[in-house]
């Protein structure tokens, strides 16, 4: 769309990366065992450690230009770091779908899981405009949307324990799925030199 609606050039290391990001998020649903229930039940200590551990990196991808990344990936670290929030609200809110059933309202107003859902949801909000300020917006929309499938992914199996897939092919399918989407993570911003010719024709 943004190539044939909207005029964004998408050039042929995108359309890999593009291309790659598609078949490893599909082949990741594909091969997810099916499950019966809400399965929001979770273990707090998984939780804690992986809200925090992500709610970290998003931070340090956010002041990624304060530490000395390069300016031209600058967008595009925004937008994963929205899209790694984005994932941090999202398991927060399945487990507020679990506390709501076994606790009602009441609980989900006292948990912590309301404010992690919040607090994460206006900082990836903000990053993602940011990010789509400093950077093109086919690789900053792309990113974001890959880390936020991935942390949610990710949660699910780590915090709620998630099925992953029952046979030897169906992990070695969805091992190599989560090899292919990031490294079409890694292809979508421009390459550092394409950028900086690029920002010195500008300034010419």
Known sequence: ?????FGFEVGRRQWIGLSLMAVGLAVLGL?????????SQFSTAAMIAFEATLFGLGGLLIMGRQMGSPVEHHGVMLGAAAGILFGVSDTAIKALTGIVGAHGLLGVLLSPWLLTAIAA????????????????????IAVTGTAANIAGITGGILVFGDPMAG??????????????????????????????????AASA
């Open 1 to 5: 769309m943004a190539d044939r609606l």
């Open 31 to 39: 091969t997810a065992p099916s499950m019966h229930g809400a399965h």
């Open 121 to 140: 949801s206006i900082v990836a909000f903000y990053a993602s405009a940011r990010g789509l300020q400093d950077g093109d917006a086919v690789p900053v």
């Open 167 to 200: 046979s030897p092919l169906g992990l070695t399918l969805q091992a190599i799925a989560f090899v292919a989407v990031i490294v079409a993570a890694a292809l979508m911003p421009a390459p550092v030199r394409a950028a900086g010719a690029a920002s010195a």
